[in-house]
Structures are given as C-alpha cells and as structure tokens.
C-alpha cells in the first residue's frame, strides 16, 4: 500500500528475510535488519510491483538499506 510519504508500508515482515511489500513478495539477499511490519520503505532501485530480478529498499522509520531478490 502506497503512503502519503511516497513510499510503501511493509505489509509483513518474517525472520528479516522475507517481506510482502504493496502485495508482492521480496527475499533478502543476505538478512535485512530493522525492517519491520508497518515500516514506510521506498524503492531506489527496482519496483514495487515486483517487475525486477532484484531491489533496493531504504526503510524510512530507521534509515537502514536492505537488498532483496524481487518474487
């Protein structure tokens, strides 16, 4: 779900490795810490349709950068 900030709510997030992001599911690359159920994330590489081999999301609540592989 798009947020008035521009970004994305995570929907879930699961032992920081998988996340449901706008409805479509991300694995980490490695593991993706302080990145939490509600958090706001934006996309700086990939999609948030999940039209990409791989993304990078910075989580707007704690500022920290994940990469994941894009389902």
Same mark, same amino acid.
């Given at each position: 779900?798009? /947020? ?6 995570? !929907?879930?997030?699961? $032992? !920081?490795?998988? @996340?449901? #992001? $706008?409805?479509?599911?991300?694995? *980490?690359?490695?593991? &993706? @810490? %302080?990145? %939490?159920?509600? !958090?706001?994330? #934006? @996309? #700086? ?5 999940? *039209? =990409? *081999?791989? *993304? /990078?999301?910075? $989580?707007? %609540?704690? $500022?920290?950068? &994940?990469?994941?592989? =894009? %389902?």
């Amino acid at each position: 779900m798009a /947020t008035s900030k521009g970004g994305y709510l995570i !929907d879930v997030a699961h $032992n !920081d490795e998988l @996340f449901i #992001i $706008n409805g479509e599911k991300f694995e *980490a690359k490695t593991y &993706c @810490f %302080n990145m %939490n159920e509600g !958090d706001t994330v #934006i @996309f #700086i590489e990939g999609s948030a349709l999940g *039209a =990409c *081999a791989s *993304a /990078t999301l910075i $989580n707007l %609540n704690t $500022n920290s950068k &994940c990469e994941v592989w =894009c %389902n």
